[in-house]
């Protein structure tokens, strides 16, 4: 049987979703067929409504669908903190944690030369300009601990060296419940040198 032009225009579209190889792609193009025409309607309404009221924050880079987000408009925040992130979904994190009453910057990627995205691709600029304008005094850069945000959180630290703010990594190593027998060397020895005092 000859597939639908329709159907592989789906799956085609559902496959362009980080993690979602052809198989998956299939099944939740099927799972769409097999919905109620409203909730299909739905489905797609709350994709365009996503895509048309939801812009990056000019600020810092957030998701937000007023004017600046809702972190960038709380005046109860703490302005003297900041947490550098590589994308918006990095904050969600932190805001989860309900712990962390500060602000964020999003970067917009990560230094990779061989994906060709330098240091002039992410928001630096802006980055300096909050850190003077809203008097921050702590920048805490939280780059993903692989090779491309080791690089920029190495290059960001250099860059605010003389900024007259205090920087620093997020600690990484053992995860919690984890067994030493495990982990591999690389995240052995970056626990080791994130020890503290007990």
């Keep these: 049987m000859k597939e639908l032009p329709s159907y592989i225009a789906l799956v085609d579209s559902f496959s362009k979703l980080p993690g979602i190889g052809a198989k998956t792609a299939e099944r939740m193009a099927y799972a ?5 025409e409203d909730d299909a309607l739905g489905f ?8 048309t009221n939801i ?32 994308f918006p979904k990095d ?13 964020y910057h999003v970067l917009g990627g990560v230094i990779s030369p061989s994906k060709g ?39 960001l630290a250099r860059l605010l060296s003389d900024k007259g703010v205090s920087v620093s990594r997020l600690a990484y190593g053992l995860p919690m419940g984890a067994s030493l027998d495990y982990a591999d060397s690389l995240t052995l020895s970056k626990a080791l040198e994130g020890r503290k005092k007990l």
């Design 32 to 36: 769409v067929l097999e919905m109620r």
């Design 44 to 51: 797609a309404d709350a994709i365009k409504d996503c895509r």
């Design 55 to 86: 812009h990056k924050c000019p600020k810092c880079g957030l998701y937000a669908e007023n004017g600046h987000c809702e972190v960038c408009d709380d005046s109860a925040r703490d302005h003297s903190t900041m947490i550098v992130v590589s």
């Design 91 to 103: 904050a969600l994190a932190f805001e989860k944690l309900n712990d962390f009453h500060g602000i």
């Design 117 to 155: 995205f330098g240091a002039e691709s992410l928001s630096i600029d802006s980055l300096f300009r909050r850190i003077e304008e809203e008097g921050v005094k702590e920048v805490v850069i939280a780059t993903n601990p692989n090779l491309e945000g080791e690089t920029t959180a190495l290059y």
